[in-house]
């Protein structure tokens, strides 16, 4: 290696710098040719080679921050943001900083004036984190506090890295990389698609239980309510129903128009088994999923729709909204898309709606009786498939004044239909089907199941309303596959925020 290859130029210095990394080698490298060694198993090998090398590559790292230290050279002129000169320099400062491989120390040149804090060129150079612990490690906290508790994030965190981080700073750094999730999106350009391609968009809410002191008002209020609890060991009744706050989650993806029969869906039970092959549904593609603890239903609508406007700013293309049928959801649709004066179809759930049809069903025929409900759900569903919904609602009523069925032995039949009759317009599978939308809510159903019920609902989890969110938005994050190219976006924010914002024209991109 040449002089002129390394820092500063000067060989002498860089080998003294790596003085006591190459020592650590040469001892590691020394164990591994004694005899203990010699005795070893292979795992064992495996875990003194894994601490040793660990505590190598730590001391490699703080080397490299030594020859920086021992070579860096003087700004002929450090201005702030406010246009005060640095005059003054100090070698020597020195600030810790925790990373994957340990603990390390950087020194570098303090930039000083009179009555001004003091900059260090250098920190930027290096992008440092405000704290001590670095992007690496913040990476590691976001990637494993989406996988499980913090508490088994801390553990495999300091397993994998022995950086000795708590519990609470895990969650912290967690909460600190969701920081740039929103404006990420905002600036993304989403996948080209062609105005032939059918638009989706969904938006589903699942309850988080969350700490008393971030519950929602009216939530609060109604578990004051309820008064104190007497009980020591468990929830007393009602205090179930009010702690838990509302995440609402949005979908938006891109689907081929693909044009189904109601054979395709449902089979005829009363026609002999065939064996025509069915035609496949829309499928989804580019699909891109948000959620909120923090925010309002409307909010995360409203984020929903923006994505859906990028995708198609023109509102050229086809968009269908599929819901599970919630007035307040479809309530807040409707507003957002006249406000934006896009044309939009809303489509219930179609496994949504059948649940209403088993409801029904029950009233007519027994609980022994399954095979008989099974196909009379079949015949109606079929039915409300070709749009018509309305004479299914009649229909149904008919059978039960048939059955002389009356009072609360009704109450499945009178539940389809006032469902059936109220949301009518929303039921129009005929037209769904045979221009090739998608009638059904998985995506969103497996998002609610995935990004919340597999994480935050979680056994014994009471979340705070800021960690509960940051770990919200970090699942969809990387469900989207969006996190590696989100963190390259987050570090060069990080480093506007903490470095580039202090110096006048960007002086230290020069650098």
């Given at each position: ?285 580019s699909k891109w999923l948000c959620g909120s603890v923090a925010d309002c239903a409307a909010e995360t609508v409203a984020a ?118 109220n949301k009518a317009e929303h039921l129009r599978y005929d037209t769904a089907l045979a221009n090739g939308r998608p009638i ?50 987050h570090e060069q924010q990080e480093f506007t925020r903490n470095h580039l914002a202090r110096y006048r024209d960007g002086l230290?991109?020069?650098?």
């Amino acid at each position: 290696m040449s002089a002129g290859s390394v820092l500063g130029g000067d060989l002498a210095v860089a080998e003294a710098a790596f003085a006591a990394s190459r020592g650590l080698f040469d001892r590691v490298a020394a164990r591994m040719q004694s005899v203990d060694a010699g005795a070893l198993t292979h795992s064992q090998l495996e875990e003194v080679l894994g601490s040793d090398m660990r505590e190598v590559t730590r001391q490699l790292y703080q080397d490299h921050l030594r020859l920086r230290e021992l070579t860096e050279q003087r700004e002929p002129e450090v201005v702030d943001a406010k246009g005060v000169q640095r005059t003054r320099i100090e070698r020597g400062r020195t600030r810790k900083l925790a990373t994957v491989f340990g603990k390390v120390e950087v020194g570098r040149m303090a930039y000083r004036g009179y009555g001004v804090a003091d900059l260090h060129v250098a920190d930027a150079r290096l992008n440092l984190p405000e704290d001590m612990h670095s992007h690496g490690l913040a990476k590691l906290a976001a990637i494993e506090s989406t996988r499980g508790s913090f508490a088994d994030a801390c553990e495999r965190i300091n397993a994998f890295t022995g950086a000795g981080i708590g519990h609470r700073q895990v969650q912290e750094l967690a909460i600190g990389a969701a920081a740039d999730i929103d404006s990420f999106y905002d600036a993304l350009v989403p996948a080209p698609a062609t105005d032939a391609t059918v638009l989706v968009i969904s938006t589903d809410g699942k309850g988080v239980v969350i700490r008393p002191d971030s519950l929602r008002d009216a939530t609060a209020k109604a578990a004051a309510a309820k008064g104190g609890n007497a009980m020591r060991t468990r929830l007393a009744a009602g205090e179930k129903n009010n702690r838990k706050r509302m995440a609402t989650l949005g979908t938006v993806y891109d689907a081929e128009s693909a044009p189904r029969t109601v054979d395709d869906v449902i089979a005829d039970p009363d026609a002999a088994a065939g064996d025509r092959p069915r035609e496949p549904g829309p499928k989804a593609r580019s699909k891109w999923l948000c959620g909120s603890v923090a925010d309002c239903a409307a909010e995360t609508v409203a984020a929903v729709f923006d994505q859906a406007e990028a995708r198609d700013p023109g509102h050229r293309r086809d968009w269908v909204v599929l819901v599970d049928g919630a007035k307040h959801q479809i309530d807040l649709i409707t507003a957002e898309a006249e406000q934006r004066d896009a044309n939009v179809t809303i489509v219930i759930d179609l496994i949504h709606v059948l649940e209403y049809l088993w409801g029904a069903a029950w009233c007519l025929h027994g609980h022994t009786d399954g095979v008989l409900a099974e196909a009379w759900v079949a015949r109606h569903a079929r039915a409300l498939l070709t749009g018509n919904a309305l004479d299914v609602a009649a229909d149904l009523d008919k059978q039960a004044r048939a059955a002389r069925i009356r009072g609360a032995k009704r109450k499945g039949i009178d539940d389809a239909i006032g469902y059936l009759t109220n949301k009518a317009e929303h039921l129009r599978y005929d037209t769904a089907l045979a221009n090739g939308r998608p009638i059904a809510t998985g995506v969103i159903e497996g998002a609610c199941r995935h990004l919340v019920k597999d994480r935050l609902d979680i056994t014994g989890a009471r979340w705070g309303l800021s960690g509960a969110e940051a770990v919200l938005k970090l699942r969809a994050l990387r469900t989207n596959g969006d996190f590696n190219t989100y963190w390259r976006w987050h570090e060069q924010q990080e480093f506007t925020r903490n470095h580039l914002a202090r110096y006048r024209d960007g002086l230290i991109l020069a650098a």
